[in-house]
T-cell receptor, first 115, second 109 residues
Framework: ETGVTQTPRHLVMGMTNKKSLKCEQH?????MYWYKQSAKKPLELMFV???????ENNSVPSRFSPECPNSSHLFLHLHTLQPEDSALYLC??????????????FGQGTRLTVV | KNEVEQSPQNLTAQEGEFITINCSYS?????LHWLQQHPGGGIVSLFM???GKKKHGRLIATINIQEKHSSLHITASHPRDSAVYIC???????????FGTGTSLTVIP
């Protein structure tokens, strides 16, 4: 148990659906992250929120929309996804952003399948 | 070419063996992380290094900034160490970081 909780653990959605992934941490961390891990590919950083403001977005398609209403919660809203978006989506948090070299705590991930 | 290269990609060891996983990178960095990912996807952050060496239990991580190289060592390996080990580097510009493809370790009883 790392203190970072993701829900749901598994999600199957159609290409026309809208769904949201949720991440929650009560570690008092100031930075939260969304990652995507596709089969046989390195981890990809999608979004970074530091002190509730988005500070990095590595050219992620607009069908992925993050939301960080407060420092403890992070959402990833999904709409009109493609089958190639099927992957493991991981949330992480750290005391400060990675620029500060903080160790990150990861959630268990949401296994997303787009059909 | 990936900015972070790990070797080996796959490793099988007998219980009790000493294991080394290597990570080489080509960019200037401010920090390097070693991560452990278990089957099912959960990731644990093992170490964050900016210089020298760190030890936690049976795990030891070293980094040589001049040679742009880090190693993760596991002493007295155990089947529960079976996982994918991922190296990640934070660029010294602060806003980019890169992940290796991981080393899949299987420890056989």
């Amino acid at each position: 148990e790392t203190g970072v909780t993701q829900t749901p653990r598994h999600l199957v959605m159609g290409m026309t659906n809208k769904k949201s992934l949720k991440c929650e941490q009560h570690l008092g961390h100031n930075a939260m992250y969304w990652y995507k891990q596709s089969a046989k590919k390195p981890l990809e950083l999608m979004f970074v929120y530091s002190l509730e403001e988005r500070v990095e977005n590595n050219s992620v398609p607009s069908r992925f929309s993050p939301e960080c209403p407060n420092s403890s919660h992070l959402f990833l809203h999904l709409h009109t996804l493609q089958p190639e978006d099927s992957a493991l989506y991981l949330c992480a948090s750290s005391q400060d952003s990675y620029a500060g070299g903080s160790v990150a705590f990861f959630g268990q991930g949401t296994r997303l399948t787009v059909v | 070419k990936n900015e972070v290269e790990q070797s080996p990609q796959n490793l099988t060891a007998q219980e009790g063996e000493f294991i080394t996983i290597n990570c080489s990178y080509s960019v200037g960095i401010s920090a390097l992380h070693w991560l452990q990912q278990h089957p099912g996807g959960g990731i644990v952050s093992l170490f964050m290094l900016s210089s020298g060496k760190k030890k936690h239990g049976r795990l030891i991580a070293t980094i040589n900034i001049q040679e742009k190289h880090s190693s993760l060592h596991i002493t007295a390996s155990h089947p529960r160490d079976s996982a994918v080990y991922i190296c990640a580097v934070v660029m010294n510009t602060g806003n980019q970081f890169y992940f290796g493809t991981g080393t899949s370790l299987t420890v056989i009883p």
